[in-house]
């Protein structure tokens, strides 16, 4: 099953995981799909040293690295990285620190081991140019996405004359139009029900009025696809592929603590929740006692991004590095969409990759069956 | 295009057309669809009227009409109608009674012309029971349908010995199961981008897992339908056919006051919100000055059902009534999905009905020549 953009992209199957785990990456487009490495957080040396690894492991196949390159912060001008942390610094009141950690604290996460390592800026322009850069190097790295709006012209002329395709995500159609006017390839346009920043129109209306706005430019579907029947509707509303994300969470090549992996196990499509407590946007996750926490009346209330990503930072590396210790999974950070409700076998990538694909054909020759009948 | 559902009807196309308009129910019928007449609020007076028009106008064509058959309400025990209003009347606080009347009159709504018109009590048992009974007196209503909930085994039992099928709304996996274990015909699925009531879970979602949930029980697919590209997608999940509410509220056959008509006209699919403030439980519909002022901290908080909907029966009527006078569109009850943004035309619904089938089959044209591609 081809698209015009996976013939362009030279893949078997315009299917796309997005993942921040290198053995998903290589596993998928091993399997005929594309894997996308998500790089948000990553220091140029991890990513070094993720795509060497892919690189190595990967064969003929390509892939492509989603990153997240900043519009400028409102109110934030400043030259250097440095100045940029001690305005963000500034803006995050003391109730808001003490707040978080007395909610990490009272589940018993462990500290952070080295408290002189550094909190990063994952979200700098700085930060997302050198990421591009190291990218670019990688000649089977075919595509760049951006996770959070229009990226640069500068960026977007770069990854062109690097002969690659650049795209980015879009909840809202005016994001989409915006993406056309900069140049870009194509739109991810993600629903509400999908995991991480969504906007609130959900996928179903969403996406066939994006194919439509944007036309002829290729849309991929994101947010509510885990299976060959939501791709085949995915693929009805006239995308030229699917983006996956939350699928690829509890597959067995994964990287998660095991504490983790258990609360998307067990939740159900009604355990998720569009918060703004970790990033400061609002994005889709796990409902927990921190989610919770950051919504009552008597509690601070989230800042905008960048300060509250930047005061959950600690929160995050230590649910993330001791996710199975205590009551963590009560206040740590599980980003997923609705789908996570069909999500309760461990399987392979590859066996991941086969049954969507097998599903797709079944429900092709179902509908195709039902058009037959008067 | 045929599913055993719609064979067992005996109709040409399994598309269930939702409406509180006569005209509506008649066209789409005649078009080879189904028309189903939303009835909650009718006295049996006024749906008798409805129906003999409907009989008189849909020649040898079937239809179906929707009510809403609840649950007692919890701690509200009663006997009697009159008793209920009794108790309902007693657990309104004369706060909210003075707030939604300043919303109103802020907004230049008229009084409603005859101050002793009594507030119906839609949602009872005893209302529910004379519309149903008045229902299957119709040889052509082949259908009664619940847009709340479960109904009792009586009816469930004295709609099947009428020789017609009964199916109900489930926005939730555990309330579609508890239709199928109560030994209903089907269920109508609505994701929570629908207009009306719906749960959390958007159509992508739910729809897939309903179908295998309550399989082999047919499923209808509400929620996120306006097109024939969204028809393929919700017939490639499974279901037997799709159940279209807002669609029609701007058809040409449709009876609505201009003022109404413009604002759904008007609205993106970013227009609309979930919100309590007019029956008490969440219910889609436009955003507006009304649902804003109910979710404000300084401002009373909607009441449960039945309550908030007893509260706001006179907003309703003199709402609807006035849809054009002054600013009642900032405080008037407009349910709509999240399609309302793909609705911009007027259309008679018989070109809607030709429009979904021939969207429908060119989308399929298309999907299946993408898997013809290597």
Known sequence: MQTDLSK???????????THCRDVVVEVSRAGGIGVLGAVGFSVEQLREEL????????????????AIPQKYEGMDS??????????????????????????????????????DPISLSFSIQQAQALVDEALTRPKCRMIVNALGTPP????????????????????????????????????CQGSEGGGHAGEVTSMVLWPQMVDAVAPLPVLAAGGIANGRQMLAAMSMGVQGVW???????????????????????????DTVRSRSFTGKT??????????????DDTPDPLPMPMQGYLTFDALRRTHRYASVGDCQKVAFNPVGQVVGQMNDEQSCRDIMFQLLTEYADALEQVNTLSLQE
Chains 1, 2 share one sequence.
């Open 283 to 296: 994005a889709r996750m796990l409902k927990n006692e921190w989610t919770e926490a950051w919504e009552r």
């Open 153 to 188: 012209a500068e960026i977007i002329e770069q990854v062109h004359e690097a002969g690659r395709l650049i795209g980015a995500l879009a909840g809202r159609i005016k994001h989409g139009l915006a993406h056309k006017e900069a140049g870009l390839d194509f739109v991810v």
């Open 244 to 270: 996956m994300g939350s699928r690829w969470l509890i597959s067995t090549e994964a990287q998660a603590e095991p504490g983790q992996r258990e609360s998307y196990k067990a939740a159900t499509s009604e």
């Open 8 to 18: 362009q992209l030279g893949v078997e199957a315009p299917i796309f995981a997005f």
């Open 52 to 67: 060497d690894w892919i690189d190595a492991h990967i064969g003929d196949h390509i892939y492509g690295v989603d990153t």
């Open 79 to 116: 030259s250097t990285p440095e100045e940029l942390v001690a305005l963000i610094e500034s803006a995050i009141p003391q109730r808001h620190r003490e707040f978080a950690e007395g909610l990490l604290s009272n589940a018993g996460v462990p500290a952070w081991p080295d408290a002189n």
